[in-house]
Structure formats: structure tokens, C-alpha cells
């Protein structure tokens, strides 16, 4: 697929659904750092304010993988246990 046509299927989709733009932000945001730097899971920031929404005081998280999301789950008051390839 081109770089044009891709672009162009992006701008549809956030014509179809605006909330699309409301995760370019945090991406463009990490540009140069990982997300282990910056304590911030690669979701789009609906599925943050979802997870945000119901966690916890405390508790216990399993993660296949570990980076930004570990880290900010622990954050936010959780125990993480994950597994590294």
C-alpha cells in the first residue's frame, strides 16, 4: 500500500470515528523515547481512561511482556508479574 493511499485510509477512519485523533497525541509525544521512559502503556487513550477507570486501590496484574504498561500499573497501585520471551 502506498504512503498516500495509507494516509488517505487514515483520514476516512477519523472521519468514521474522531476519537482516532485522540491517540495520535500520546504516540507523537513518545517520539525518541520508549515507553518504559515515559511510564505509559501503548494504548490508545481510550482504553487508559477504561483501565484507569476500574483499577484497583490495590491488586495483582499478569502481563506477557513487560515496558510502559508494567510500569504504569505499578503506578497506579498494582502488583505486575510478567513474562519475557
Not at 20 to 36: A, D, F, Q
Not at 46 to 69: K, Y
Amino acid at each position: 500500500m502506498s504512503k498516500a493511499r495509507s494516509l488517505s485510509s487514515f483520514a476516512m477512519a477519523a472521519v468514521r470515528d474522531p476519537g482516532i485523533l485522540k491517540s495520535v497525541g500520546p504516540v507523537l509525544r513518545r517520539l525518541g523515547s520508549t515507553n518504559i521512559d515515559v511510564a505509559e502503556p501503548w494504548w490508545n487513550s481510550r482504553a487508559i481512561r477504561f483501565i484507569s477507570e476500574r483499577l484497583p486501590p490495590t491488586g495483582a496484574a499478569f502481563e506477557w511482556g513487560s515496558g510502559g504498561s508494567s510500569a504504569w500499573l505499578v503506578r497506579h497501585g498494582m502488583r505486575v508479574n510478567a513474562v519475557e520471551s
